[in-house]
């Protein structure tokens, strides 16, 4: 095979040419306090620097991809399909006041530990280790949680299998750099499943998921051991002993960030239904949490300029430090966006138009067949243009529309519910795509691993708090709307005040046949009790709804201040996996692989 012209432009057929990538600046142009990788001959680190020209892509590429498609198929899944049912298996396990940290326990370890773990996969060249430890504990996580019969084992499950959800930032960062810049917008049934479990057992059908989930976890397991095969690369960590990689994570900031979100969550837990906001079993934790917030914010900013908020994530310019902390602010958002849904919406399905697990989840469809349908598309118009800000722009005002829908639910509207989520579902398949796009391209190859963690920290953390807030306010309004609203009504339907504890009781537990037994209870007092619950719960919920889509707004309009990102979009390949060669050009002395 010939070897590439060292020109930065080769004329091929003509009019026809080849750009090679210019050379980079060196780490002193761009103000890097640290650099990751050394540049080597390519017969030591591949790489594909011709930017206009698209390669040739083979079975290992594709094999790696379609492991790590898996392996992000399962996180989400473990992610998604709890919430769904989380009504069902709180009831269950007897533990209501408690089953926000069903979803929020894997979230807190990937929010704490994710960026320490990606930043060990670039100091130790660990990603195929780390990837492999952590599927092994979603497998020994999974397999914990079905034989629950307290919420603590069940959490201490998801708090193991949240190791495995830890591992998320590299799911993105190894398509990314295995396949060209410009396809990376392309490269980004459980809830079904698990509603068809509950519903067909309602008190231990969602167990079963669990042994499912972790079948999941164990494939993905064999496939990184077979599949995904990284070549070794030199780095700059290179000559170091295990220790002084060790001392170039940064735990210090891990364990901050770990303790502030941990106690947040703990003091959002215990407030409002349970103890109340002015109780100091709340307020303390709360205190220390925020605290600690500070102190880790501090100690980033100030304290070392290579910890989880590396600061050569910031530099200047409009398409690099601003697109990136807006990317991650972003991300964030969309966290608080899905979970509204996948939380909230099947809480409003249930209470307002269908009482079957299978059907609650199979009304929440419209909304991922939508995502399902349109994210290639999207995908494909970022790819096309070259561009992520307006694709985004738009994604995100079709998912506010959808949000606001959603606020307007009343009794009776379901096929309006169906229409919201159809609508929120093509809203959310472009940032669900763009977002991640957009932090890689913004950032330095050599911390494309660290800023996804910041990223997907970012949604984990917004993830976990803004579930734990939005459950104590629901829970707040609901309990305060339910003795004001629903007594005045039943008592005007005729029922006796002294029967309006138990029929309160047996209404809110969906208790009918005890309903039915309560003194001086009838049919159309029963119906006025129903109504008046089902609007009580529309009304509470609607909230959560309101806030939601005021965040939503304000994220629409940040959009607008990232960059589009053309000039990054290309076909240069940071870390491919295999030798890559330009396709179908024979004439510059680069021919087609084979």
């Not at 969550?265 to 100091?280: E, Q, V």
């Not at 079709?398 to 929120?424: D, K, R």
């Not at 719960?537 to 959009?559: G, H, K, L, P, Q």
Request: aromatic residues 10%; proline residues 6%.
């Amino acid at each position: 095979m010939a070897t590439p012209q060292p020109l930065s432009s080769i004329e091929v057929n003509h009019n026809f040419s080849i750009s090679k990538s210019p050379e980079k600046p060196s780490d002193e142009t761009y103000g890097y306090t640290e650099h990751k990788e050394l540049s080597t001959p390519a017969s030591e680190s591949l790489t594909y620097d011709y930017v206009d020209v698209e390669p040739d892509i083979h079975w290992r590429t594709y094999v790696a991809l379609v492991t790590m498609f898996l392996l992000n198929y399962v996180a989400v899944i473990s992610l998604q399909a709890p919430p769904a049912v989380l009504t069902f298996i709180g009831t269950s396990l007897n533990a209501t006041d408690s089953q926000a940290w069903i979803v929020n326990a894997p979230n807190l370890v990937c929010g704490a530990i994710g960026p320490v773990l990606s930043s060990a996969s670039d100091v130790f060249q660990a990603r195929k280790h780390i990837l492999l430890v952590g599927c092994a504990l979603g497998v020994i996580g999974c397999a914990i949680v079905p034989g629950s019969d307290t919420i603590y084992r069940m959490i201490a499950g998801q708090t193991i299998k949240g190791f495995g959800y830890a591992t998320t930032p590299l799911l993105y960062a190894i398509p990314s750099e295995i396949l060209p810049k410009r396809w990376r917008p392309t490269s980004i049934s459980g809830p079904l499943a698990i509603g068809a479990l509950v519903k067909n057992d309602v008190v231990r059908g969602w167990r079963k998921f669990w042994w499912i989930e972790m079948a999941m976890w164990a494939a993905c397991l064999v496939g990184i051991i077979f599949g995904y095969k990284p070549p070794k690369r030199r780095t700059a960590y290179d000559e170091l002993s295990w220790l002084q990689k060790l001392s170039k994570l940064d735990l210090l900031g891990s364990l901050l960030l770990t303790a502030a979100v941990a106690f947040l969550l703990a003091g959002l837990g215990l407030g409002g239904s349970r103890y109340g906001w002015t109780n100091a079993r709340a307020i303390a934790p709360i205190c220390v949490g925020g605290t600690l917030g500070v102190v880790f914010g501090l100690y980033e900013w100030k304290g070392t300029s290579t910890g989880i908020l590396h600061h050569d994530l910031f530099l200047p310019g409009k398409s690099n430090g601003r697109t990136f902390a807006l990317c991650t602010g972003l991300f964030g958002v969309e966290a608080i966006l899905i979970i509204t849904f996948t939380i909230f919406y099947p809480i409003v399905t249930q209470a307002l138009y269908e009482s079957d697990p299978f059907k609650i989840v199979a009304r929440s469809m419209p909304y991922w067949v939508a995502t399902m349908l349109t994210g290639p598309i999207w995908a494909y118009i970022a790819t096309r243009y070259r561009t992520i800000r307006w694709p985004m722009f738009c994604g995100f005002a079709i998912w506010t529309g959808g949000v606001i829908g959603f606020a307007t639910l009343q009794p009776g509207q379901g096929f309006n519910a169906l229409a919201f989520a159809a609508v929120s579902g093509i809203g959310f398949g472009s940032p669900l795509v763009m977002i991640v796009t957009g932090v890689q391209l913004s950032v330095p190859h050599g911390l494309i691993a660290t800023a996804t963690s910041v990223a997907t920290s970012s949604r984990a953390i917004c993830n976990a708090v803004f579930t734990s807030i939005y459950l104590a306010v629901f829970t707040a309004r609901l309990e305060t709307a339910i003795p004001k609203e629903i007594p005045p009504a039943v008592i005007a339907a005729g029922l006796p005040v002294s029967s309006i504890p138990g029929f309160i009781q047996a209404l809110t537990s969906n208790d009918r046949t005890s309903l039915k037994t309560i003194p001086g209870v009838s049919p159309a007092i029963i119906g006025t009790g129903v109504a008046v619950h089902k609007q009580v719960y529309a009304d509470s919920i609607r909230t959560v709804f309101i806030i939601t889509s005021a965040i939503a707004a304000v994220a629409t309009i940040c959009v607008w201040l990232i960059s589009d990102m053309r000039k990054e979009m290309t076909y240069q390949t940071d870390a491919p996996v295999e030798e890559l060669r330009a396709k179908g050009v024979k004439d510059a002395g680069i021919e087609k692989g084979n």
